[in-house]
Antibody
Framework: QVQLVQSGAEVKKPGASVKISCKTS????????MHWVRQAPGQGLEWLGQ?????DFTQRFRGRVTMTSDMSTTTVYMELSGLTSEDTAVYYC????????????WGQGTLVSVSS | QSALTQPASVSGSPGQSITISCTGV?????????VSWFQQRPGGAPKLLIY???KRPSGVSNRFSGSKSDTTASLTISGLQSEDEADYHC??????????FGTGTWVTVL
């Protein structure tokens, strides 16, 4: 079965960067786009970008987001730079199903806290 | 792009039907039939309910249905149950490989 397992919670200082991993299994890694979505405390979901693994073709919403993939470990990464307190949120990876917006499989979420 | 607009909360009694609206603009909902809906219970990850405006993934109850008119998409929950109490998020394709989510709606079952 499809599984997306994300890395653990992070605490960062303003101005730092954070890199979150999303380890995948149960499907052909190169066949599906992976989205990154975040949710600030008490807020709605915010789409950050998507990556097609191995081609590493990415489409991102925010310039501070860098997405990469590693075929050897079937893992996708999202790095966010220039952190501010407004980046405090739970970050999710979500696998596309082949049609627009059909992200049926989600990671468990990674809490990133930014505080001085 | 700006977030899609959803009502902050909607409520209904068990067995009733409720509808959640999701309003966008001509460059997202108004242009593409690529609207999704997600259910999210407190502390959990979102769950896909509807995609491509009206399609349901296998395993999702047919009590959930979607529609779209012009720049507004809607999610209807029929036969409301206590387990439907959750946050609901709409999402639309916005062109050039980008997506935009709604502001989220909390559904209360009275």
């Amino acid at each position: 079965q499809v599984q997306l397992v994300q890395s653990g919670a992070e605490v960062k200082k303003p101005g730092a960067s954070v890199k979150i991993s999303c380890k995948t299994s149960g499907y052909i890694f190169t066949n599906f786009w992976m989205h990154w979505v975040r949710q600030a405390p008490g807020q709605g979901l915010e789409w950050l970008g998507q990556i097609r693994p191995t081609t590493d073709f990415t489409q991102r919403f925010r310039g501070r987001v860098t997405m990469t993939s590693d075929m050897s470990t079937t893992t996708v990464y999202m790095e966010l730079s220039g952190l501010t307190s407004e980046d405090t949120a739970v970050y999710y990876c979500a696998r596309d199903g082949g049609q627009y917006g059909d992200s049926e499989h989600w990671g468990q979420g990674t809490l990133v806290s930014v505080s001085s | 792009q700006s977030a899609l607009t959803q009502p902050a909360s909607v409520s209904g009694s068990p067995g009733q039907s409720i509808t959640i609206s999701c309003t966008g603009v001509s460059s997202d909902i108004g242009r593409y039939d690529h609207v999704s809906w997600f259910q999210q219970r407190p502390g959990g990850a979102p769950k896909l309910l509807i995609y491509e405006v009206t399609k349901r993934p296998s395993g999702v109850s047919n009590r959930f249905s979607g529609s779209k008119s012009d720049t507004t998409a809607s999610l209807t929950i029929s036969g409301l149950q206590s387990e439907d109490e959750a946050d609901y998020h709409c999402c639309s394709y916005a062109g050039s490989g980008t997506y935009v989510f709604g502001t989220g709606t909390w559904v209360t079952v009275l």
